[in-house]
């Protein structure tokens, strides 16, 4: 039997080319519901930093004492024994948010300072960024909460890390003193009341006032910098 031609169109153009046979998208895979260790980890320090973050300010709002786990995770919506997911106890959320708080200041103040400029601007870099923590939940609760609130070993280390701070702003006085920029002072006891000042800012500042943090701590800072005498006419 003869071999058949390949049909040729009407009006005899050119065979037809063939398609290619059409391969078929490997079906998607399904989304497990169940997340992946990094997603585990990233959600579970979000919902631990949730816990601070809510303790730090019913600590600032009401005192250490006065607050319990159970105030803790009503205002999270959440129930009592969720929270031992994430912390082991009032003790603990305590350290840690005063820890936070002072990891914060230490790491804006060297951020600052290694901004570069010379002493005076360092200093008002410096005084920028603790005024503005102290009025952030941790910054407040590490001034609100006293030290005794917090137990050893962690209470020396507490002491030893807010001695930094003074000692940070001590320097700087000491060398504006010496660039002429600054008042000859006792740069210890001008430090302390550069960092009890603004300390106290974290005491009395309430979030919902009528001054935004920003006003506050220009004010603040001026006043401590300028004085609040005026200086006398030549």
């Not at 039997?1 to 009006?11: E, I, K, S, Y």
């Not at 031992?84 to 003790?91: E, G, H, I, L």
């Amino acid at each position: 039997m003869a071999p058949t031609t390949p049909r040729q169109p009407a009006g005899g153009g050119a065979p037809a080319a063939r398609v290619p046979a059409r391969k078929h998208a490997a079906p998607a895979a399904a989304a497990s519901p169940w997340a992946g260790a990094g997603d585990r980890q990233r959600q579970r320090e979000a919902k631990r930093n949730a816990v601070l973050t809510t303790a730090a300010e019913l600590f600032n709002e009401r005192g250490f004492h006065a607050t319990s786990l159970d105030d803790i995770a009503a205002r999270l919506h959440v129930t009592k024994p969720t929270l031992y997911y994430y912390v082991k106890n009032k003790d603990e959320i305590l350290l840690a948010c005063v820890s936070k708080g002072l990891d914060m200041t230490l790491a804006g103040i060297e951020a600052s300072r290694a901004a570069g400029g010379n002493a005076l601007e360092q200093l008002r870099a410096c005084m920028q960024v603790y005024a503005g923590i102290v009025m952030q939940p941790f910054g407040m609760c590490l001034i609100r909460v006293g030290d005794e609130e917090v137990p050893e070993p962690a209470r020396s280390e507490l002491r030893r890390l807010k001695s930094e701070i003074d000692l940070a702003f001590r320097r700087l006085v000491a060398q504006g003193v010496e660039q002429g920029l600054l008042h000859p002072c006792d740069p210890k006891m001008t430090a302390f009341v550069i960092a009890g000042g603004l300390s106290w800012i974290g005491r009395w500042y309430q979030p919902q006032g009528s001054y935004a943090p920003e006003e506050v701590a220009q004010q603040c800072i001026e006043t401590l910098l300028r004085g609040v005498v005026a200086p006398t006419p030549a």
